[in-house]
């Protein structure tokens, strides 16, 4: 194997960032997505997210990179 086809299969390293945001929307999870690290990485994990009132979803500021998923209910 040539050094060319080594560089091609290199595995990426994957950036995950999990933070408790304690259900608090203006004060930390809208700051915590504004941060250029976090937006940079490819799974953001959110634990006790605030919860929209007015429909089932939460604060997504992100919807041109991330997708949001929710766990499975019971």
Known sequence: MNHHNRQQHMPKELKIYQYNVHISKDVVIAQFLREEEVVSADIIA???PW??????STHHPLKQTHELLYPAGN
């Open 51 to 56: 919860e929209n009132p007015f429909q089932d």
């Open 46 to 48: 959110i634990q006790k």
